[in-house]
């Protein structure tokens, strides 16, 4: 239970504090569309003619393997409750991965399309779910490390 403790307080800093943020100074202009989804994807860049791609300081994928992760440490701890309610975000998170926009690099927000109000409104509603998501989670990891703790 521990694990999962610090991997809801991990998630919620990456929402919380990244994603709304990047979303909202974009709606408020201020930053342009490229910058932020430079800031948002990961980018792929030639290095003496090899590429390789970026992704430790990039929001997307490092979120989406970090909850695959977890959930395969739920899987092998026999957290079957904690697993089925991390299935359903795990299964956005690779529907919403699959249906990206077709670009040249693996990201998935396009900077021509972000700024549409459509687009931009999903994408701030998505944080907020998640944001919920996760806060909901926090505070049930945060009693199961409690009876865990205290029924020992």
């Not at 990961?42 to 989406?64: D, F, N, Q």
């Not at 944080?127 to 205290?150: D, N, P, Q, T």
Request: net charge neutral; aromatic share 18%.
């Amino acid at each position: 239970m521990e694990c999962e403790f610090l991997s809801v307080c991990f998630y919620i800093a990456i929402i919380l504090f990244l994603q709304i943020i990047a979303f909202d100074e974009l709606k408020t202009d201020y930053k342009n569309p490229i910058d932020q989804c430079n800031t948002l994807n990961p980018t792929v860049e030639k290095v003496k003619k090899i590429k390789r791609v970026k992704i430790a300081l990039k929001l997307v994928l490092p979120e989406y393997l970090i909850h695959f992760f977890f959930c395969v440490m739920f899987f092998c701890a026999a957290e079957w409750l904690t697993l089925c309610l991390n299935l359903p975000l795990l299964a956005y998170h690779v529907w919403r991965y699959m249906s990206r926009p077709v670009m040249s690099c693996p990201g998935l927000y396009d900077p021509t399309t972000i700024m549409n109000a459509d687009i931009l409104a999903y994408c701030q509603k998505e944080g907020w779910c998640k944001l919920a998501f996760y806060l909901l989670s926090f505070f049930y990891y945060l009693y199961g490390m409690i009876y865990v703790l205290v029924s020992s």
